[in-house]
Structure formats: structure tokens, C-alpha cells
């Protein structure tokens, strides 16, 4: 049963989504045919908001589905752009007097709960077939298949191309449980139409994968009655809803991540307008203006030889004139002289990996576009939309100038609430360059910077599935986060301290809850600090968060500060290089015993007994070992600290030694006796370049943990045992890197060496 001539007055068109080729095939039939009825594959619930959906909107735009019940959370996108053949049988049928439907399943239905893209393409349940043919055709990949068949190539004889690519792919491939209920759903529609248009041509647009099924599910001439399909409803308890948004090529672009269809959008948009040649030639136009926008050298030679290469590779491919990947090959061998450390992305159909050449991203951002939707004024938004505008006004925040706030005021307190749940909800908008964080001082002060986005109101329509008002969307939303994080203490931690600074007290109770039921089992110290390190900080600071004192984050503290130590206690790997992760934690347990200790009843004699048998275990790290006589230094009992670093001055372990020490007593280190450091300088000056080396990688690290006042703290000490004038200031800068400093030192170690051996070196200069 071909597209061109259906029995029954039916006509099928399999398309892919995105593509220019079936958009202009489905214009052309709906021209031809003048159907009664224009069947879609789209959400079905969203057939008495047609007229909204058409309002003239500036494409791209999609359709925004969010839900929420007890059980399951889903969020689902429904895009279109001018040349998705979804909405050019859509505005064609209303042009055409056609009546029209979308047929499928609610986006919010449990047989699309895996899809956040309502058209995603089904290569993965055909790849064994399409690999086949790339093979046969010696093509890389999908896309480049397609255009190969499709895109570059006549639109004569297309819909029957279409029929046996999708007949051969589709044969070879079985539906899941959830395809299956989704082609029964639309069949009962087809059907239905057929009966409803006596006679009359109906169109049936769907995704290519659907379209075999769909012929097969209605073959038989009737098998139902008039009454169009039932449209399944949300439970009662659920919280679902779907709104127009506007999208952007960036958004609709594989290359950056999405889910499905064609991939580079302005370059099809450009097929679509112009045709395959002019696309073609535009392709290279924006490549080399972007480039030489950033300052990269095009010169008219280049641009030649790449649009040769690209004529000479469509040649040899078969093509009468060059597609998307002959233009890219073209410019990559023109432009292009160094060796590329990764494939390029339109031949592995992958996204724009990291550390790319930088020709290679300005192509991909030429492909991509910067083209942002707009909806119409009359389009009805979400209630959050609304309520986010007139919070803003309200709190006298206007987008256009940095917002400085002061945390004591209860005006301020509350617009830096605000904007925090804003942030929470991933609205843009406004960027907090200074705030309190998690394990520094408490701030004050806080400071926003604005952060204009094309993308802000679809994000904030998005947000609206959470909730009307910004605070039910952002309860819903911390809500489901603190489910979704389940046991992941540092995470859990992360958002205990983001429900404080968004003044959420009821659910920092929820989240507080939830990481003192995981906190019993967590075995990563450095996650557990954290945890410890955000609670404290609640803890203490009353003035900021309001959380001062409570019993909960007391009980929480205590519980981490016991668990921290006997974990501590467990760690056995002699050789393991220091990690501060772990050294964290353990200033995280100092800081409670010091700050919370007397209030909470911690136990300070058992944290100096842990730390004084962690100190002496030959078998700890090196950096806990240290760490732990650090711990009970600062604590306030006193170590013959000069004795222990001897114990520990080999190359490969002093420097992690010091560092668990400095991290855990650096201001005991400064201000105490100064033996310690004239010992460290000692075993220094005692080792050889080599060995020097060997340790100073450590040493750094170990060092960086005192600030710039304490540093020079040091350096004058380290004067005073050398002598000099020099400001200790001196002593901290260099002109060169220090290890390549220790490295030179090392060579000529070893050159004085060899002229020593061959009796060419004295040691006096001769």
C-alpha cells in the first residue's frame, strides 16, 4: 500500500522528523489530494488547542508536556521547525480546508515515559539494518545515508523511496509494548477518520517507524465506528499540563545533544528556503564569516580549494551537486592543517566533544544557527510565567543591573531568596557572583550580576510544570530531587544548604532527614564531610539561614563526626597519595568538636584518641597520619610535632605528611613553636635534586593549604634561619616554574657527576 494510492481512500507518508525532503512531499500531496482529514502523529489532547498552536508563532517552537504524580516525574518536548513535516501537514491541511488531528498518545502517558522527545528517531531499533546499508553505500552514518537517498536527490519517485526505506528497516525490526499501544491508538483514529470522511481522501503524517504497523492495523475496511478515539485523561492525584514554548536551533541540533532527527537546522532550514545547491553555498558563506569574526585567517584561496574539494568528494559520491557532509569535508581539508585528535562529529554522529579544533566547532556553530522562536502575544502562558514577572517586580529586581544585598536586611534577605529559587528552578536571568558558601566564612553580602537568555521564557514555562507559583515550583522541585538523590550524602548536602539559602526551613527538615537516614551508611569521607562541613555551617550561622541551634542538624553533626572518625580509623594504604577529600573531612570534624563540641555534648577526648592512634599507624596514609596529629593539635593537645615529621622524611611521603598536618593545624603550625619548620627546612636542605624532585610536587600541595598572610608567615621564619634582607615576599615568587626550577637543579646534579667520575670536575671551579 504505496503513499501515492491508498485503498480506502487512505494515504500513508512516513517521514522523518526534521526533514526538508518529507516536508515538501507531504505540501505537495496535501496539494494534490485536498484531504478531509490531516492525521498527525502528535498528542492528542492537544486537538482543542489547535487554533493556539497555529497562531502564528515565529518557528522553532515546541510543545511543553510536564507530570507529576506519586510515583513518576516526566517533562517531554514535542518541537517543530518550518521545515518538520509534522507542522507542514498541519498549516498545508488548514490552508488545504482540511480537518485536523493529532493522533497520538499525551505526551504524558506511560507509553511515552522514556521519551523526552516526543520525536526521536528509531535508529537504535533498526541500527543493525541502516548499518547495512551505510556499508552497501559507503556512507558513515545515518544522517549522511539520508541525505545521500533523500535529501540531495529528486524530489521524483520520493514517496516510494520513502515507503521501501521504511518497509526494509521496519521489517527487520520488532515494536516494544509501548510502540505497539501507541500504533493501536493511532490506527482506531485513521480508522475512525476514514469512516467520518465518506469517501474523501484522508492523510495519515507520521514517523516512518510507525507507518508499516499503521497500514497493517487498518487494512480491514471498517472495525469501527464513528466516535474519534477516547483521549486518556492524568489521574486524579497528577499534576500534569502542556503549553507552547519557544525553542531554538541549538536546542533542535544532534550535534549539541539532542534527541532526535536531522542534525545542523540552519543548514536544512536553508534547504528548506532554497534548496540543496544554495544551502550548500550558504554553508561555506557562514563558515568563513564566523571564522573570520573570531579573528581566524579565510582567505578567498581557501575558500576556493574547499568549495573544489567539496565539488570533486560529491562526484565521486554520486551527487549531482555537494550535501551537508561533501561541503564540511571540503572545508575541513581546506582549512584544516593540523593532525585532528578526534573523529569529526558528522561521521560518528556524536555531539561536539571537548577540546575539538576550533575550526571544527565554528563549522558545527555555522550548521547549528542561533535562530530563538518567539510565540505569539496572544499564546496563553503557564501561571508561573506571571507569578515570576510580578515576584520580580515586586522585590524591585529588573534584570538590567547588578543586584548588591545585604543579608541582615529583611527586605534584601528575602529578594536573595527569590532569586535563589529562581536559580533552583534553572530560570535565567541573574548570576550570583559572592554569597556565603559551603566551608567558607559566613558572608554578609551577596551579589547578582544579570544574565540575559533567549532561551528564559521557555524556561520558565518549563519551571511551570512544578507548580503555578515560583514557591510551589520550587517545593516540588526540591521535592523531587531529594527522592531522585535517595543516599548521595553530597548531594543531598548540596541541596540541604540550597533550601536554607532559598528559605525553604520545611523542606531543609526533609532533606536533613534524608542524609541523616544515609548517613549511618556512607563510606566516602569526602561526601560525608561535606555533609558535615554544610550542617555545621546551618549550624552556626543564624543570622543568614536561620537554622542556628536546631536539634536536627545537631543530631545530624553528631552522628557525622562519629562516623567520620571510625572511618578515618579504617583507612589502610601506606602508599596512597594525600587526598583532600578526605583531609577536608577531618577539618570538618575539627571545626565541629571546636564551634559545637560544648553544646552538643561531642565527644573530645574520643576524637583525641582516634587521632593520636591514626597519628601512630604506620599502616594510615601518610597525609592521614599527619591529618590526625594535626586534628589533635588544633584540639589543643600538643605533639612534639618535630620528632613526628623526622619519622616521615622520605621524598615520596613528607610532603603528604605536611600536608595532612598544615590542612588540619596550619595556624598552630604559624603561631606555635617554631622547631617544626626549622626540622622541615633541615630534612630539605638535606636531600639531593633527585629527591628534592620526588617530593616537591607533594610539598606544593602541602603548602598551598596556608593563605597568602601565613605564607609570608613562613618565608620570614625561613629567613631568619638563612639570614638576608630580602622582604620574605621575595622568597614567595619566582620567575620560573619551581619544577622546572628542581628539575635544572637535578640535571646538574647529575652533569657534576659525571664529570666528577671522569676527573673533568674538581668541585673548585677548574
Same mark, same amino acid.
Given at each position: 500500500?504505496?503513499?501515492?494510492?491508498? #485503498?480506502?481512500?487512505?494515504?500513508?507518508?512516513?517521514?522523518?522528523?526534521?526533514?526538508?525532503?518529507?516536508? &515538501?512531499?507531504?505540501?505537495?500531496t496535501?496539494?494534490?489530494?485536498?484531504?478531509?482529514?490531516?492525521?498527525?502523529?502528535?498528542?492528542?489532547?492537544?486537538?482543542?488547542?489547535?487554533?493556539?498552536l497555529?497562531?502564528?508563532?515565529?518557528?522553532? =517552537?515546541?510543545?511543553?508536556?510536564?507530570?507529576?504524580?506519586?510515583?513518576?516525574?516526566?517533562?517531554?518536548?514535542?518541537?517543530?521547525?518550518?521545515?518538520?513535516?509534522?507542522?507542514?501537514?498541519?498549516?498545508a491541511?488548514?490552508?488545504?480546508?482540511?480537518?485536523?488531528?493529532? =493522533?497520538?498518545?499525551?505526551?504524558?502517558?506511560?507509553?511515552?515515559?522514556?521519551?523526552?522527545?516526543?520525536?526521536?528517531?528509531?535508529?537504535?531499533?533498526?541500527?543493525?539494518?541502516?548499518?547495512?546499508?551505510?556499508?552497501?553505500?559507503?556512507?558513515?552514518?545515518?544522517?549522511?545515508?539520508?541525505?545521500?537517498l533523500?535529501?540531495i536527490?529528486?524530489?521524483?519517485?520520493?514517496?516510494?523511496?520513502?515507503d521501501?526505506?521504511?518497509?526494509?528497516?521496519?521489517?527487520?525490526?520488532?515494536?516494544?509494548?509501548?510502540?505497539?499501544?501507541?500504533?493501536?491508538?493511532?490506527? &482506531?483514529?485513521?480508522?475512525?477518520?476514514?469512516? !467520518?470522511?465518506?469517501?474523501?481522501?484522508?492523510?495519515?503524517?507520521?514517523?516512518?517507524?510507525? &507507518?508499516?504497523?499503521?497500514?497493517?492495523?487498518?487494512?480491514?475496511?471498517?472495525?469501527?465506528?464513528?466516535?474519534?478515539?477516547?483521549?486518556?485523561?492524568?489521574?486524579?492525584?497528577?499534576?500534569?499540563?502542556?503549553?507552547?514554548?519557544?525553542?531554538?536551533?541549538?536546542?533542535?541540533?544532534?550535534?549539541?545533544?539532542?534527541?532526535?532527527?536531522?542534525?545542523?537546522?540552519?543548514?536544512?532550514?536553508?534547504?528548506?528556503?532554497?534548496?540543496?545547491?544554495?544551502?550548500?553555498?550558504?554553508?561555506?558563506?557562514?563558515?568563513?564569516?564566523?571564522?573570520?569574526?573570531?579573528?581566524?585567517?579565510?582567505?578567498?584561496?581557501?575558500?576556493?580549494?574547499a568549495?573544489?574539494?567539496? +565539488? %570533486?568528494?560529491?562526484?565521486?559520491?554520486?551527487?549531482?551537486?555537494?550535501?551537508?557532509?561533501?561541503?564540511?569535508?571540503?572545508?575541513?581539508?581546506?582549512?584544516v592543517?593540523?593532525? *585532528?585528535?578526534?573523529?569529526?562529529?558528522?561521521?560518528?554522529?556524536?555531539?561536539?566533544?571537548?577540546?575539538?579544533?576550533?575550526?571544527?566547532?565554528?563549522?558545527?556553530?555555522?550548521?547549528?544557527?542561533?535562530?530563538?522562536?518567539?510565540?505569539?502575544?496572544?499564546? #496563553?502562558?503557564?501561571?508561573?510565567?506571571? @507569578?515570576?514577572?510580578?515576584?520580580?517586580?515586586?522585590?524591585?529586581?529588573?534584570?538590567?543591573?547588578?543586584?548588591?544585598? @545585604?543579608?541582615?536586611?529583611?527586605?534584601?534577605?528575602?529578594?536573595?531568596? *527569590?532569586?535563589?529559587?529562581?536559580?533552583?528552578?534553572?530560570?535565567?536571568?541573574?548570576?550570583?557572583?559572592? +554569597?556565603?558558601?559551603?566551608?567558607?566564612?559566613?558572608?554578609?553580602?551577596? $551579589?547578582?550580576?544579570?544574565?540575559?537568555?533567549?532561551? $528564559?521564557?521557555?524556561?520558565? =514555562?518549563?519551571?511551570?510544570?512544578?507548580?503555578?507559583?515560583?514557591? @510551589?515550583?520550587?517545593?516540588? !522541585?526540591?521535592?523531587?530531587?531529594?527522592?531522585?538523590?535517595?543516599?548521595?550524602? @553530597?548531594?543531598?548536602?548540596?541541596? *540541604?544548604?540550597?533550601?536554607?539559602?532559598?528559605?525553604?526551613?520545611?523542606?531543609?527538615?526533609?532533606?536533613?532527614?534524608? =542524609?541523616?537516614?544515609?548517613?549511618?551508611?556512607?563510606?566516602?569521607?569526602?561526601?560525608?564531610?561535606?555533609?558535615?562541613?554544610?550542617?555545621?555551617?546551618?549550624?552556626r550561622?543564624?543570622?543568614?539561614?536561620?537554622?542556628?541551634?536546631?536539634?536536627?542538624?545537631?543530631?545530624?553533626?553528631?552522628?557525622?563526626?562519629? &562516623?567520620?572518625?571510625?572511618l578515618?580509623?579504617?583507612? $589502610?594504604?601506606?602508599?596512597?597519595?594525600?587526598?583532600?577529600? !578526605?583531609?577536608?573531612?577531618?577539618?570538618?570534624?575539627?571545626?565541629?568538636?571546636?564551634?559545637?563540641?560544648?553544646?552538643? +555534648?561531642?565527644?573530645?577526648?574520643?576524637?583525641?584518641?582516634?587521632?593520636g592512634?591514626?597519628?601512630?599507624?604506620?599502616?594510615?596514609?601518610?597525609?592521614?597520619?599527619?591529618?590526625?596529629?594535626?586534628?589533635?593539635?588544633?584540639?589543643?593537645?600538643?605533639?612534639?610535632?618535630?620528632?613526628?615529621?623526622?619519622?616521615?622524611?622520605a621524598?615520596?611521603?613528607? +610532603?603528604?605528611?605536611?600536608?595532612?598536618?598544615?590542612?588540619?593545624?596550619?595556624?598552630?603550625?604559624?603561631?606555635?613553636?617554631?622547631?617544626?619548620?626549622?626540622?622541615?627546612?633541615?630534612?630539605?636542605?638535606s636531600?639531593?635534586?633527585?629527591?628534592?624532585?620526588?617530593?616537591?610536587?607533594?610539598?606544593?600541595?602541602?603548602?598551598?593549604?596556608?593563605?597568602p598572610?601565613?605564607?609570608?608567615?613562613?618565608a $620570614?621564619?625561613?629567613?631568619?634561619?638563612?639570614?638576608?634582607?630580602? #622582604?620574605? %615576599?621575595?622568597?614567595?615568587?619566582l620567575?620560573?616554574?619551581?619544577?622546572?626550577?628542581?628539575?635544572?637543579?637535578?640535571?646538574?646534579?647529575?652533569?657534576?657527576?659525571?664529570?666528577?667520575?671522569?676527573? *673533568?670536575?674538581?668541585?673548585?671551579?677548574?
Amino acid at each position: 500500500m504505496s503513499a501515492t494510492g491508498a #485503498p480506502g481512500g487512505v494515504t500513508f507518508l512516513g517521514v522523518r522528523h526534521h526533514s526538508p525532503a518529507c516536508a &515538501r512531499l507531504v505540501a505537495a500531496t496535501v496539494a494534490r489530494l485536498c484531504p478531509a482529514y490531516v492525521l498527525v502523529e502528535g498528542p492528542a489532547d492537544l486537538n482543542g488547542r489547535m487554533d493556539e498552536l497555529l497562531l502564528g508563532h515565529e518557528l522553532p =517552537i515546541a510543545v511543553f508536556t510536564a507530570h507529576r504524580d506519586g510515583t513518576r516525574r516526566h517533562a517531554s518536548w514535542s518541537p517543530f521547525c518550518a521545515y518538520s513535516p509534522e507542522w507542514v501537514a498541519l498549516t498545508a491541511g488548514r490552508e488545504a480546508g482540511a480537518q485536523l488531528r493529532f =493522533i497520538d498518545l499525551p505526551a504524558w502517558h506511560p507509553a511515552l515515559s522514556d521519551r523526552a522527545n516526543r520525536y526521536a528517531d528509531a535508529d537504535q531499533r533498526y541500527a543493525e539494518a541502516v548499518g547495512r546499508l551505510c556499508a552497501t553505500l559507503a556512507v558513515d552514518n545515518v544522517d549522511a545515508l539520508w541525505d545521500h537517498l533523500f535529501e540531495i536527490g529528486p524530489d521524483d519517485g520520493l514517496a516510494e523511496r520513502l515507503d521501501t526505506y521504511f518497509d526494509v528497516l521496519r521489517g527487520e525490526s520488532a515494536a516494544g509494548d509501548d510502540d505497539t499501544a501507541r500504533e493501536a491508538y493511532m490506527a &482506531r483514529w485513521v480508522r475512525a477518520a476514514r469512516r !467520518r470522511a465518506a469517501g474523501r481522501p484522508v492523510l495519515v503524517v507520521t514517523g516512518g517507524f510507525h &507507518r508499516p504497523a499503521l497500514v497493517r492495523l487498518t487494512a480491514d475496511g471498517d472495525g469501527a465506528d464513528d466516535d474519534w478515539p477516547e483521549v486518556p485523561t492524568p489521574a486524579p492525584d497528577a499534576v500534569a499540563g502542556s503549553y507552547l514554548v519557544p525553542y531554538s536551533f541549538r536546542r533542535l541540533d544532534a550535534f549539541v545533544g539532542y534527541q532526535s532527527g536531522m542534525p545542523s537546522p540552519a543548514y536544512y532550514q536553508r534547504v528548506w528556503e532554497d534548496g540543496p545547491r544554495r544551502a550548500a553555498e550558504a554553508l561555506t558563506e557562514a563558515v568563513a564569516a564566523r571564522l573570520r569574526a573570531r579573528r581566524q585567517p579565510v582567505s578567498t584561496a581557501d575558500l576556493i580549494a574547499a568549495r573544489s574539494m567539496a +565539488g %570533486g568528494l560529491a562526484r565521486l559520491r554520486g551527487h549531482a551537486h555537494p550535501g551537508r557532509v561533501d561541503v564540511l569535508d571540503g572545508l575541513v581539508s581546506a582549512l584544516v592543517t593540523d593532525a *585532528l585528535d578526534q573523529p569529526l562529529p558528522w561521521a560518528t554522529r556524536g555531539t561536539l566533544a571537548p577540546g575539538a579544533h576550533p575550526v571544527v566547532v565554528e563549522m558545527v556553530a555555522a550548521l547549528s544557527g542561533d535562530r530563538v522562536g518567539r510565540l505569539h502575544p496572544d499564546t #496563553p502562558l503557564p501561571p508561573l510565567v506571571h @507569578d515570576v514577572d510580578a515576584e520580580l517586580e515586586r522585590h524591585r529586581i529588573d534584570g538590567r543591573a547588578p543586584v548588591e544585598l @545585604d543579608l541582615t536586611d529583611a527586605d534584601d534577605l528575602a529578594r536573595s531568596r *527569590l532569586l535563589h529559587r529562581l536559580r533552583l528552578l534553572d530560570v535565567p536571568g541573574h548570576a550570583r557572583e559572592s +554569597g556565603p558558601r559551603v566551608g567558607a566564612d559566613a558572608l554578609l553580602t551577596e $551579589r547578582w550580576s544579570p544574565a540575559p537568555s533567549a532561551d $528564559r521564557l521557555a524556561r520558565v =514555562i518549563e519551571a511551570g510544570g512544578y507548580g503555578p507559583t515560583v514557591l @510551589d515550583a520550587v517545593t516540588a !522541585r526540591i521535592e523531587e530531587r531529594v527522592t531522585l538523590l535517595g543516599a548521595d550524602v @553530597d548531594a543531598l548536602a548540596t541541596t *540541604l544548604f540550597d533550601t536554607a539559602l532559598a528559605g525553604l526551613p520545611e523542606h531543609s527538615t526533609r532533606t536533613l532527614t534524608a =542524609i541523616a537516614r544515609a548517613a549511618g551508611g556512607v563510606t566516602d569521607l569526602r561526601a560525608l564531610g561535606r555533609a558535615l562541613a554544610v550542617a555545621l555551617a546551618l549550624w552556626r550561622h543564624d543570622r543568614l539561614l536561620g537554622s542556628a541551634g536546631t536539634a536536627p542538624l545537631g543530631a545530624l553533626i553528631t552522628a557525622a563526626v562519629r &562516623r567520620t572518625l571510625w572511618l578515618v580509623e579504617g583507612v $589502610r594504604a601506606v602508599a596512597a597519595p594525600a587526598d583532600p577529600g !578526605r583531609l577536608t573531612a577531618l577539618v570538618a570534624v575539627r571545626d565541629a568538636v571546636r564551634h559545637a563540641g560544648p553544646a552538643l +555534648g561531642l565527644d573530645r577526648d574520643g576524637a583525641l584518641a582516634v587521632a593520636g592512634r591514626v597519628a601512630g599507624d604506620a599502616a594510615a596514609p601518610p597525609d592521614l597520619r599527619g591529618a590526625a596529629l594535626g586534628l589533635a593539635w588544633s584540639l589543643g593537645d600538643v605533639p612534639d610535632a618535630a620528632r613526628a615529621v623526622r619519622a616521615v622524611a622520605a621524598p615520596d611521603t613528607l +610532603g603528604d605528611w605536611l600536608g595532612g598536618l598544615f590542612a588540619l593545624a596550619r595556624e598552630e603550625v604559624v603561631s606555635g613553636d617554631a622547631a617544626l619548620l626549622t626540622v622541615v627546612d633541615e630534612l630539605l636542605a638535606s636531600m639531593g635534586a633527585h629527591d628534592f624532585l620526588v617530593a616537591l610536587p607533594a610539598l606544593r600541595q602541602a603548602f598551598g593549604w596556608f593563605p597568602p598572610r601565613e605564607r609570608a608567615e613562613v618565608a $620570614r621564619h625561613v629567613q631568619a634561619l638563612h639570614g638576608g634582607d630580602a #622582604p620574605p %615576599g621575595d622568597l614567595l615568587r619566582l620567575d620560573a616554574d619551581p619544577l622546572l626550577v628542581a628539575a635544572a637543579r637535578a640535571v646538574e646534579e647529575r652533569v657534576d657527576a659525571v664529570l666528577t667520575r671522569e676527573g *673533568l670536575w674538581e668541585g673548585d671551579g677548574t
